[in-house]
Each structure stands twice: as structure tokens, then as C-alpha cells.
């Protein structure tokens, strides 16, 4: 099974992406490597390290070579992540819960294009996997299409079609007696207005 390893670096740590037998894999720490160099923050190293060795997971799970990537591979990587069973020996009649969140999934998605994005950028993968996820749709400032919108300039925007749509989180909000109790609290003379603003709005 593949792991990460943790390993000291100066101060700090760095993390190694091993195979079941041990060695390195190197596709991943080469990129690794990469975001190292050009000063990605170590929460950044760690997070893209534990990100691909899930998907190197899924690419055994499937009996797949890394080089094989395409928009159907990609996909199939989406719903494992919802779902992490072998995806051609199982069919869902029942709807099941997601086993990772949308954001969780976006971002993990993501960690494997911009791999992709870098194996092509140095002439070690054909395919411009990120250019292919990309489409331009039309977006209008207005729900209506002004009178002249035939010889408007062209608004587009590129898209990632397997972006999993996030649903809307709810603000949190402070009852009157949340305030009361923060306002009996050592705050900064700026905090303590706001609070006495939105206890006495209330």
C-alpha cells in the first residue's frame, strides 16, 4: 500500500510518497520537488503529497498506469473519491452517502491536473489535460440579455467541467446572549464596538 513518509528537513519537515515496496514514486516527488523549489509553503508540500498518493491508490485500485490519464479516468477518479469501491464491480441502485465533501474532492481533483499541467509543461505527458477540462460559457452581469447584446463584447469565461458544484454553507450567527457574553470579555476597544453596535441594533 502506498504511504507518506515524514521526514526532518532543517527545521521543518518534508514528505516522501512510497510504493508498497518501499522505493519512492517518483512521477509525484519530482513535482513535489518542484512546488518545493518555487517556494510552495510546507502545508502546501504535504497537502499535494497525501492528495497524489490517494490517487496513486486509485490507479492501482483500478489496475491503471498514471500515463494512461484521459477525461474518462479522471472522472472515474471523481466518483471514487465519493465512493472508494472498485468502480466496475459494484452498481449503486440506492443513492449513497459521499464519503468525501465537494470541496474535498474539487481540491483533490485539482492537485491531479496541476500534476498533469507540470508532466506536460516539461515534455513527460502528451495530452494538455487542463486546456481539455476547460470550456468558455457566457456569463452576463444581468439575469437579461441587453438589447445589444449581438455587438456587445463577448463576456466568456472558462469553466472546469468536473468541478463538483459546492453547496452554499449557512452563516453562522450569534445569538443576543453570545454577544452579551463576548461583551464581558478583555477585547481590543475596536471589538468591543462592534459587539455593543450588534447588541444594540438587536
Known amino acids: 500500500m502506498n504511504q507518506v513518509i515524514t521526514i526532518p528537513y532543517g527545521e521543518g519537515s518534508r514528505w516522501v510518497v512510497v510504493d508498497e515496496h518501499h522505493p519512492m514514486i517518483n512521477p509525484i516527488m519530482k513535482y513535489i520537488k518542484y512546488l518545493d523549489q518555487i517556494g510552495r509553503s510546507a502545508n502546501t508540500l504535504k497537502s499535494y503529497a497525501y492528495q497524489l498518493k490517494v490517487y496513486w ?25 465519493r465512493n472508494p469501491i472498485p468502480i ?13 465533501r465537494e470541496r474535498t474532492i474539487n481540491l483533490m481533483i485539482q492537485c491531479v491536473i496541476n500534476f498533469y499541467d507540470y508532466l506536460h509543461r516539461i515534455d513527460e505527458f502528451e495530452k494538455n489535460i ?26 466568456t469565461v472558462r469553466k472546469n467541467i468536473l468541478k ?27 471589538d468591543r464596538l462592534i459587539i455593543q453596535i450588534l447588541l444594540y441594533r438587536l
Open 57 to 81: 491508490d486509485f490507479l492501482k485500485d483500478i489496475q491503471q498506469s498514471y500515463e494512461n490519464m484521459d477525461l474518462n479516468l479522471l472522472a472515474k477518479f471523481m466518483a471514487w473519491l
Open 88 to 100: 466496475d464491480k459494484v452498481s449503486y441502485i440506492e443513492a449513497t452517502t459521499a464519503k468525501r
Open 130 to 155: 487542463k486546456v481539455s477540462l476547460m470550456k468558455q460559457i457566457k456569463r452576463f452581469r444581468h439575469s437579461y440579455r441587453p438589447f445589444l447584446n449581438h455587438v456587445s463584447q463577448d463576456h
Open 164 to 190: 463538483v458544484k459546492e453547496p452554499r454553507r449557512a452563516h453562522k450567527t450569534l445569538t443576543k446572549q453570545q454577544l452579551h457574553h463576548l461583551e464581558r470579555q478583555e477585547l481590543h476597544i475596536r
